[in-house]
């Protein structure tokens, strides 16, 4: 009796670990998919980062 | 294993609470029993409604986009799913419907519920803004606030008109869908909701009559309990022919066309009948045959509501001027 009860308890426990280890994962492969898309549309982003950039310089010099 | 101090045939709400607690802690929820919590069968409501309404919008997203887009908002409304189950937990208890919902049967805690409603709601709404823009989101969040604070917790026990106002909850998803898409609310997203607003009180009132006495066991004041079911049943009929006028009308707006001008005519003319049968019958006739006129009339509105919006889908993608839209 007690081993099926045991039995019982670790198979919620493996499905729901398996749940959410599925989750997490296509959580990350969705967010890694949706950056993929963002810089496609948007072009290269480059940040700030407190380096002079020259190319970021307006044309005139000022 | 059971605690000596707890009475399990007691009826005080804080005896149920520590039966609850101490069957749930016995007790692993399964990742099914989590799942459950975001009521599901709602969920695939929402995301069909949706989705027609992220293809009905005039202009597009990638599809990883949109995907994500439908997503975030079913995960939103699983959040407001599963905070609802935390806060009627007791009134699910008593009601035959509801008792074997995963908090009511004890497999899963009423806190956990809260937890993952909450968090769920805040990332869907923060993903959905990352994903598409922040009138989206603000909209999702919105939506959320509105099913578990304004309905669940103040509408639902207090008036029945818990569900004519509440049910607009259930019509924004369409309007959100779009939004996701354009940026912008527009009259085509407000028709999108107004169909599925003005088709929810009819949808509930047959479900709360061949319900019997589950809501007045649950003290919830359907209007079934605070008016009687004759009223209940006048009421189905007269929203019912408003639904219909508005369905048939919203053919003749951008948003319809020829096609579904010829299905919202067919789904009316079911729709209409089955009301009036409603409207006829007394509660000896319907206890006769088992309510099997509201039964039928409840599971034939869920067809209708996929017949408009599929109906809508069609107008959007067939060409202009053939046979999508005038």
Not at chain 1, 5 to 28: D, P, W
Not at chain 2, 34 to 47: E, H, N
Not at chain 2, 168 to 178: R, V, Y
Not at chain 2, 297 to 306: A, E, R
Request: hydrophobic share 55%; proline share 4%; aromatic share 12%.
């Amino acid at each position: 009796m007690f081993e099926n009860v045991t039995s019982e308890m670790h198979e919620r426990r493996k499905s729901r670990n398996l749940g959410v280890a599925a989750c997490l994962a296509a959580f990350i492969v969705l967010l890694f998919a949706l950056t993929a898309v963002k810089v496609q549309q948007h072009g290269i982003i480059q940040g700030f980062d407190h380096v002079v950039r020259p190319e970021l310089l307006p044309a005139d010099g000022s | 294993m059971s605690d000596a101090t707890v009475n399990p045939s007691a009826s005080s709400a804080a005896d149920r609470r520590a039966r609850d607690f101490h069957r749930a802690r016995d007790y692993e929820p399964s990742f099914g029993d989590y799942f459950a919590l975001l009521k599901p069968r709602v969920m695939s409501l929402v995301v069909f409604t949706a989705l027609v309404g992220v293809l009905a919008a005039p202009s597009s997203l990638h599809w990883v986009e949109a995907f994500a887009a439908l997503l975030f908002i079913a995960v939103g409304a699983g959040a407001s799913g599963a905070l609802n189950m935390w806060w009627d937990a007791d009134i699910d208890a008593v009601m035959r419907r509801t008792a074997k919902r995963p908090i009511p049967s004890g497999r899963v805690d009423g806190q956990d519920a809260l937890y993952i409603g909450v968090a769920l709601s805040l990332l869907s709404a923060v993903m959905l803004w990352l994903t598409t823009n922040l009138l989206a989101a603000g909209l999702l969040a919105f939506t959320i606030f509105f099913y578990a604070v304004v309905y669940s917790m103040w509408l639902k026990r207090s008036t029945p008109q818990n569900i004519v106002i509440g049910g607009a909850a259930g019509a924004f998803p369409p309007m959100i869908g779009w939004v996701a898409v354009t940026g912008t609310l527009s009259i085509e997203a407000v028709l999108m909701f107004a169909i599925i607003f003005l088709w929810t009180p009819p949808h509930f009132w047959a479900l709360a009559l061949f319900m019997r006495n589950d809501y007045d066991n649950a003290g919830v004041p359907m209007l079934t309990v605070t008016h009687g079911r004759r009223s209940t049943r006048n009421h189905i009929l007269v929203y019912s022919i408003i639904m219909a006028l508005f369905a048939v009308g919203a053919a003749f707006t951008s948003l319809g066309g020829p096609f579904y001008l010829a299905v919202a005519l067919i789904a009316n003319a079911i729709w209409l009948r089955d009301a009036f049968r409603i409207w006829r019958r007394d509660e000896a006739a319907a206890d006769s045959d088992d309510f099997s006129v509201e039964k039928g009339f409840f599971k034939f509105s869920l067809l209708y509501l996929f017949l408009h919006f599929g109906a809508i889908w069609v107008e959007a993608v067939l060409p202009a001027g053939a046979w999508g839209g005038w």
